[in-house]
């Protein structure tokens, strides 16, 4: 009586096609969602006492404001701010997590979008506040050093927009940074003579330009 003796070669060619279909956990990667739904705001503050006339600027060098007045009698107030916009300490404290869950990459994480809705614009002082309806002329831009993102004046439409590649790709650098990315504002007032002289009592005003922000982004993570 003769016994079948296994294949070797048959064996080993099994097992190898056997393993070929089981997944081996770590050798692939999956794609992880993170995002951050925040508000922000330009605050520009100025010195609003005395006359209506000089220049002056803020005592950590953020804010500069000329004031001259009109031949109505107008107060007109240039504003000019530097400063951070946009914070990316939230998104970059939730990615910090997946660092320590799933192994992840911080370089790999990809800015998908970032969307901008302004909300509001006044300047207030003390228990006063004035719409930008409210003052004979407004206009103010925010942007950064690359480009403009939006421009207001006393009834524009809030802007509502999705920030470009460039914004994203410094959006991603100040990520990386933990930081926030800078930007920079300018503004004009025209204010009437008698809102001037409740402004001028409370010796110092802020022109605040609100809005919200949602940060959008992905990231492949080795699979658990």
Avoid: Y
């Avoid at 056997?18 to 503050?45: K, M, N, Q, R, Y």
């Avoid at 800015?111 to 006063?128: D, H, N, P, Q, R």
């Avoid at 920030?163 to 504002?185: I, N, P, Y």
């Avoid at 110092?204 to 080795?222: K, R």
């Amino acid at each position: 009586m003769s016994i079948a003796r296994p294949s070797l070669v048959r064996s080993a060619a099994a097992l190898t096609a056997l393993a070929s279909l089981l997944p081996l956990a770590g050798c692939f990667d999956v794609t992880v969602d993170l995002s951050d739904d925040g508000t922000g705001a330009v605050e520009i503050s100025f010195d609003t006492s005395g006359g209506c006339q000089g220049t002056g600027a803020s005592d950590d060098g953020s804010a500069r404001w000329t004031k001259m007045t009109s031949e109505a009698g107008a107060c007109v107030i240039q504003l000019e701010w530097r400063g951070d916009l946009l914070d990316m300490s939230s998104l970059r404290a939730d990615a910090d997590e997946q660092v320590e869950k799933r192994d992840l990459d911080l370089t790999k994480v990809n800015i998908e979008s970032v969307t901008f809705t302004v909300t509001s614009a006044a300047v207030t002082a003390g228990g006063l506040s004035f719409a930008r309806g409210d003052l004979d002329q407004f206009w103010a831009e925010v942007g950064t050093d690359e480009e403009l993102l939006f421009t207001i004046d006393e009834a524009s439409p809030w802007p509502s927009f999705d920030a470009s590649a460039g914004f994203r790709a410094a959006a991603k650098q100040a990520f990386l940074d933990g930081g926030a990315v800078e930007g920079e504002a300018s503004a004009t007032l025209v204010i009437p003579a008698d809102k001037l002289a409740q402004l001028q009592a409370a010796g110092t005003a802020t022109l605040t330009v609100d809005f919200t922000h949602t940060i959008a982004a992905t990231a492949d993570v080795p699979a658990l």
